[in-house]
């Protein structure tokens, strides 16, 4: 098999079978990082690599501010259309400044690099308004790390979209990734106060996290036998029937397809600030839990929306894989600071999760292994000790 250090480019056409990091010491929790707490040291992370998203920049300045070493990100979301920093990505930024006392450096509209010196992680109540439909759950990835190690409880009220593109629902967030990081030691509840659909955004999102004295490692290898596949169906401000047929096509599609039962709520007329419609899908199993969305647009028809939800999770299915493609690349910082080994398979090894296990080598002494191809599923191994 190829071997690859994960500081060189992994993102090749042809993937290796293969990528396994190199161990550089001890990892006591006390001295985390590659520098320590050191101050003179400045983590540079390009935020054109591999995926080239925001990714990078919200994973960046988490483990900065946990492991108090400062972070300068240069070429940021250069993989994208409209490269640098956008209003969203701004309010992430200015929330954990706020959470953590530190001092920012270029964090303007368009800005292609921040430089970030982070402070001492406070806990307390937050109010953060990402604005018009921009996504409460990914602000929240730069800002639950940082907070999972603070003093004392934290709650935090965000508003702006919580059901919109390219980003976790609030219902994945609550039923997927809550539960599995549960089993690490973090303890987070949250709420659901408005729905916020695109492009009126408006949603209001409660959390409360419970501080983890320490984060444990996770094996998840096999999800064992399929519980039950559950969900729900949501609209606003459109017709019943538009929930309805969201319904009946999943679950006539699941028997059809997987030959399995499915138990799907509907919710009419939730509210919100404009109209929207939503399915979710979650697959519980004896060691696993994974979620799959699809969000309604106009002049997309209502078995269209549900078609995608389905689709992916036959695929998740077939896969006989622990977790799901979005769990597996934001549980890793978690990983990462979690003490003894982890590992899990995934059903798909994706760009998002390659490019997060390359910015988490910049920042920790760890080691891992990607057993699979990019694309198909995975089994992925990380160990700090």
Known sequence: MLKINIIEPIFNSVFPERISGIDNGSYPFDNLGKMGNSRQHVIEIDGSYGEGGGQILRTSLALSAVLKIPVHIYHIRGGRKKPGLQPQHLKGVEALSRITGGQM???????????????????????????????????????????????????????????????????????????????????????????GWYPKGGGVMRVEIEPAPELKPIGMLERGSIKQIRGMCATSQLPQHIGERLKDFATREIERQMSMDSELDVLHDVPANGPGAFIFLVAESEGAIAGFSSIGERGRRAEDVAKEAVDNLRAYLESDSCLDPHLADQILPFMALAHGDSVFTTSQTTEHLLTNLWVLRQFLDVKFSILGEKGKKGRIELSNE
């Open 105 to 195: 450096e270029g964090a303007k509209r368009g800005s292609p690099s921040i430089s970030f010196i982070p402070q001492a992680i406070s806990s307390g109540e937050y109010r953060f308004e990402v604005g018009t439909a921009g996504s409460v759950t990914l602000l929240l990835q730069t800002i639950l790390l940082p907070l999972s190690f603070a003093k004392t409880r934290s709650r935090v009220t965000l508003t702006g979209g919580t059901h919109v593109p390219w980003s976790p629902p609030f219902h994945y967030f609550s039923e997927v990734l809550i539960p599995t990081l549960k089993t690490m030691g973090v303890s987070i509840k949250a709420t659901l106060g408005r729905w």
